[in-house]
């Protein structure tokens, strides 16, 4: 078929058939084409009416005529030269192009397609340049107002930051008072932090850790009076903590010692004594050691500190281990009670020692009481007396 006109800018001009089926409407073109205009379409030597008679879809990889054509009828396809659509990229058509290599030039353009227009439209370098141009070293890219418009750059220092009040950005450090090393360690300076900065209750014992505060962190006289709630108590008055609550220490006169009258509920200064670890103190009301019960094992436990003075029911027969917590020169009582069964028996560790060498047989009658009495020299418990069968 003779081609009259300017010659093709593509070369020569290609020439596809397509074998008719009736039932068909779709086929595969051999070149991807822009729109219906860039191919000339002929079945049964009619010329098709691009848009009309047929469309193209995949992109201008296929041709769907509106009829399928008839079997056995002549239909080819002529892909015109001039008529490939700049809108539509072949495959490789730019991987195969060299790379630039280096930042573009102000006056290089990028195509960029226009949605509202549906076209390809010439973008300048220049236009995007102060998005994409280098910067200078430590600075950051930030919008530098108050309104909308073109970002610049922002100088930052070593260990500085962005501080925005609403008009703009201010890089600056941080005051003398706190320092911040760029992999964000925070330090506060020495005597930075005062009590007119801190909310009332804002530091209780939930913000400290345990053993982080001790004498080396306290300046002498820091902790005084005045540092401490004393309630409703008298100014002067000392308080101890008891474990579970505060206990008030009535302030007495200079040089005089405390001591606990009969009857009284609270530690009193003590008009007409002192009190010394190195002499003798008369007491006037009764001291004594509280009772305690320990708890039966087949191996008996006894700790000494908090049961000097204790008793156990045996539930069944025991061996006693050596009682830990011994101090020389302390006196240790136990009465040992048969539950209401009786006949159970009692073997002892040799740190116990015995009058005449010899333990003791416990009496085993039901409900039956044994009094033992021994003094430690730290390491042993001898026994001092004893009384079997207490009724």
């Known amino acids: 078929m003779p081609y009259i006109g300017r010659s093709p800018e593509y070369g020569g001009l290609e020439k596809q058939l397509i074998t008719a089926d009736s039932s068909t409407t779709t086929f595969a ?29 995949g992109g201008g990889t296929n041709i769907v005529f509106t009829a399928a054509p008839t079997t056995g009828s002549d239909v080819f396809v002529v892909f015109l030269g001039r008529a490939y659509d700049s809108q539509n990229i072949a495959t490789g058509a730019v991987t195969g192009l060299s790379a630039l290599g280096t930042s573009p030039a102000s006056a290089d353009v990028f195509l960029m397609y226009d949605d509202d227009a549906s076209a390809l439209k010439k973008v300048a370098y220049s236009d995007l340049e102060s998005d994409t141009a280098a910067m200078a070293a430590n600075t950051v890219k930030v919008r530098d107002a108050s309104s909308s418009g073109t970002p610049s750059n922002k100088a930052v220092a ?38 007119a900065m801190m909310a009332v209750n804002s530091v209780d014992s939930d913000q400290y850790v345990d053993g982080s505060i001790d004498t080396d962190h306290i300046s002498a006289n820091a902790v005084d009076g005045t540092k401490i709630a004393m309630g409703s108590d008298a100014a002067g008055d000392v308080l101890t903590y008891t474990g579970t609550d505060y206990v008030r ?13 009969a009857g009284a509920t609270a530690v009193e200064w003590a008009a007409d004594s002192t009190l010394s670890l190195a002499a003798a103190n008369e007491w006037t009301a009764q001291q004594n ?22 008793t156990l029911t045996l539930t069944a027969n025991t061996t006693f281990d050596a009682p830990t917590q011994m101090v020389d020169g302390a006196f240790y009582s136990l009465i040992i009670i048969q539950d209401g069964t009786g006949s159970r028996t009692a073997s002892w560790n040799t740190v116990f020692k015995w009058a005449g060498g010899t333990a003791p047989t416990l009496t085993t009658t039901a409900a039956a009481k044994d009094i033992f009495v021994w003094r430690s020299d730290g390491t042993n418990m001898y026994e001092v007396g004893r009384q079997l069968n207490v009724s």
């Not at 050691?289 to 204790?310: E, R, S």
């Open 29 to 57: 073109l051999t070149y991807t084409v822009g729109s219906e205009s860039s191919i000339l379409v002929s079945v049964a030597g009619v010329l098709q009416q691009p848009g009309s008679a047929y469309n193209l879809s």
């Open 289 to 310: 050691f509280n009772n305690t019960a320990l708890t039966f094992d087949a191996t008996q436990d006894w700790a000494l500190t908090a049961n000097q003075v204790a």
């Open 158 to 195: 070593d260990t500085q930051i962005l501080i925005g009040d609403g008009t703009g950005f201010t890089a600056a450090a941080l005051s003398g008072d706190v320092t911040m090393t760029n992999a964000g360690v925070v330090t506060i300076a020495n005597t930075s932090v005062e009590n």
């Open 249 to 261: 220490l009535a302030k007495g006169t200079a040089g005089q010692a405390l001591k606990m009258n």
